[in-house]
DNA sequence: ATTTATTGCGCAATTT
DNA sequence: TAAATTGCGCAATAAA
């Protein structure tokens, strides 16, 4: 009871009674000739679910007759799909890798749209300083109230960005 | 020429006669008990390398006897390495979301960067463009039509900023 | 040295 | 029907 699992010991679901031989080609592998007798196929073709005898069966629903490993056939079909399975695996890989190298651009960009924006801010505080700075100017040398200007002391439009 | 086409039929390096079949428990499974005569084992065991009659063997190079499928503990270490092959699995492929999440958040985090850069630079050029207006202003104004003022026409600070 | 984590590989069931 | 995916187990090897 310590484990968080064990959800079926190892009860394959479909067997996997596997045994790789390919009796076309190849010649001298490496394979113990060991498991000699490994021809039959478990041949488990429940006679017929369904149906005592029917013949008609349109959709033709037959469970699937357990590949005859030797068949010379079924060797080409696994070897097929062996080299499909590597190439899905392949680019389900690169896939992967790209994805990351994505993340690795968009965070530079990120930075440099970062520093842009200090930038940009900075030269904004630095132009409304200007502003202020002159307001002030100008109110100082328009100090002197002997003319009747009725100039007010600027609007001082200091949009108060806040974010 | 990239294309690797065909490694190698399909001569697995390590054979890969794997017949499942847990002796012990699993009763009434499915695989029937055809593959019978299924016991054999290599047992590659050569004598001894070097060392005649040595005693003293530190770094011991046996390939290794390749463990009884029978045996109890071999099911028992599959399991274990099946159960970390899953968690493995399971970690990758889990990452691998979370990359690709990381690379939504990141995409969406750059429009909003753009998107203030936008604004920042809208800003800036009211800004600068105020300041032009002003000066124009202030060369027309101070125009100097006969005063014996020596001030000049303003120094026209404009900076032209360039990004 | 032992145990767990990764990785490449093949099989078979599904999908497309 | 064929190719692409996907889950699974095995075994070799890398990491702990």
Redesign the interface.
Known sequence: MSRP?QPK????DH??????Q?QA??SS????A?????Q?????VPANPSAGGGKALPPSKMKKPPADKDSDEY?QR??RN?LAVKKSRMRSKQK?LD??Q??NE??E??ER??A??K???K??SV??D??LE?AHNLADNVQPPTGADGSSPAPNNS?T?G?
Chains 1, 2 share one sequence.
């Open positions: 699992s010991i190892n009860t394959a067997n996997s009674v596997s045994v790789i390919s080609h190849a592998s490496s394979l113990p060991s498991v000699a007798g490994l039959q196929v478990p041949q488990l060797r696994r070897e062996n992967a994805t990351q994505r993340v968009l965070k960009e990120n749209l970062e842009k924006i930038l940009l801010s030269e904004l132009l409304k200007l502003f002159h949009s960005n974010q």
